[in-house]
C-alpha cells in the first residue's frame, strides 16, 4: 500500500537524526517535502538527504538543558518556525545492575528521559506561539514496558518517557499534541552485527519480521501530520505485533 503525506512549508527538528532509525525519519520528512534539522555530539560525513534535499546539522549534547535550548531555538531560527520536534535520540550500552556505576546511570536517564524534556520544553514555547501549534514525537522502546535483563537503567528511563509523554499531552493541548512511539526489534546497521539479517528472531513476531527503520519513520510521519490532528498523549506500538510468548514457541512431540 502507497500512502504519502505532504510536509510542504513545514520545519522539523530529529534529535539524533544522523545515523540509524533518526537518519531514516529525517529522510523521509524531507522526501515529504519538509525543512529538517538534525542534531548530534558529532558532525556526519554527510547529511541525511533525499529528494535532492539535504538536511541541516547542528552540534549539541542534548543531554544539557542549556545546549538542548540552543539547539531548538537555532533550528527554529534556522528554519523560520518549527512544526514537529520528534525526540529520537537515545539508546544504551547493557549494564549489569548490580555492577554498575551511579555515573552509567545517571547518564542514561539524562540521554533518555531527562534530554526529551530538555528539548520539549523549548519547543513547547515556539509551538505555542505558533497559529498551527506543533507536533512532539517521543521514540519510546518496548524495554519500557517489557524490560530485557541488563537494561535495568534503560528500561526505566523509557518507561518515564513514555508518562512524560501523555503528562506533556495533558498540559500543552489543544496547540501542541505529544505522542510517544513504542519501537520493537528494528533492524538498523548497527544490530545487524548482532542479528544477522533478523531472519531468526523475525519467526518469534507475529508480522513475521524485524521491523525496519521506515516502519518508524512512516509511524512520525502519521503522527505530526494532519492525519493525526486529533491523536495527542497516545502510545502506538511498533513492534509487529510484539515477541510471542516462548511458552507457545514449544513444539509439542
Known amino acids: 500500500m502507497n500512502a504519502s503525506v505532504d510536509f510542504g512549508g513545514r520545519a522539523v527538528l530529529v534529535t539524533g537524526g544522523t545515523k540509524g532509525i533518526g537518519a531514516v525519519i529525517a529522510r523521509a520528512f524531507l522526501a515529504a517535502g519538509a525543512r529538517v534539522t538534525v542534531c548530534a555530539r558529532n558532525e556526519p560525513r554527510t547529511p541525511p538527504s533525499a529528494g535532492g534535499r539535504a538536511a541541516h546539522f547542528l552540534p549539541a549534547d542534548i543531554r544539557d538543558p542549556a545546549q538542548a535550548a540552543e539547539l531548538v531555538e537555532r533550528a527554529a531560527g534556522l528554519m523560520g518556525r518549527l512544526d514537529v520536534l520528534v525526540n529520537n535520540a537515545g539508546g544504551s550500552p547493557d549494564a549489569d545492575a548490580a555492577t554498575v556505576s551511579p555515573r552509567f546511570v545517571e547518564r542514561i536517564v539524562q540521554l533518555n528521559l531527562l534530554a526529551p524534556f530538555y528539548a520539549a520544553q523549548p519547543a513547547n514555547k515556539i509551538m505555542q506561539a505558533q497559529e498551527t501549534g506543533g507536533s512532539i514525537i517521543n521514540i519510546g522502546s518496548v524495554s519500557g514496558v517489557d524490560p530485557q535483563p541488563r537494561t535495568a537503567a534503560y528500561s526505566a528511563a523509557k518507561a518515564g518517557l513514555r508518562m512524560l509523554s501523555q503528562a506533556l499531552a495533558l498540559e500543552w493541548g489543544p496547540k501542541v499534541r505529544v505522542n510517544h512511539v513504542t ?7 548497527a544490530a545487524a552485527s548482532y ?44 513492534h509487529g505485533g510484539g515477541e510471542i510468548p516462548a511458552r507457545h514457541m514449544v513444539t509439542k512431540g
Open 195 to 238: 542479528y544477522g539479517d533478523g531472519g531468526a528472531l523475525g519467526e518469534i513476531i507475529p508480522m513475521g519480521r524485524m521491523g525496519s527503520p521506515q516502519d518508524v519513520a512512516n509511524t512520525c510521519l502519521y503522527l505530526a501530520s494532519d492525519l493525526a490532528s486529533y491523536v495527542t498523549g497516545a502510545d502506538l506500538p511498533v
Open 183 to 189: 519501537v520493537g526489534l528494528v533492524l538498523t546497521e
